[in-house]
């Protein structure tokens, strides 16, 4: 996106792609989650009978936000109240 709105100038083009950009470098943003939900949604619009592609990114979605969310969890259990771990992590 970014390439294409520089080569033709389209300014809210380079700033939704440089805000995409910054985000996805934000070391909290669950980038995958995001990208695979942008994903979805473009498959949605431009291939609406295409239930397989669908299914795959629904089940890849559910299994990056199981994974997310396992990873909060267990990294929430090993630290104490200053944010320090106490111990080892089982996080693989």
């Known amino acids: ?3 294409v709105g520089t080569y033709f ?3 809210w083009l380079i700033t939704v792609a440089s805000a995409y950009l910054a985000f996805l470098w934000l070391p909290i943003s ?3 989650i995001v990208t695979i939900g942008i994903a979805m ?3 949605r ?3 609406p009978d295409d239930e397989k592609t669908l299914g795959l990114l629904r089940q890849l979605h559910s299994n990056m936000k199981t994974k997310v969310s396992f990873r909060k969890k267990h990294h929430c259990r090993n ?3 200053s944010g320090v771990l106490s111990g ?3 996080v693989q």
Do not use: H
């Open 9 to 11: 100038q389209i300014g």
């Open 45 to 47: 619009m431009l291939f």
């Open 30 to 32: 669950p980038e995958k």
């Open 41 to 43: 949604g473009l498959m």
């Open 79 to 81: 630290t104490d109240k």
């Open 88 to 90: 080892p992590q089982t």
């Open 1 to 3: 996106m970014l390439a």
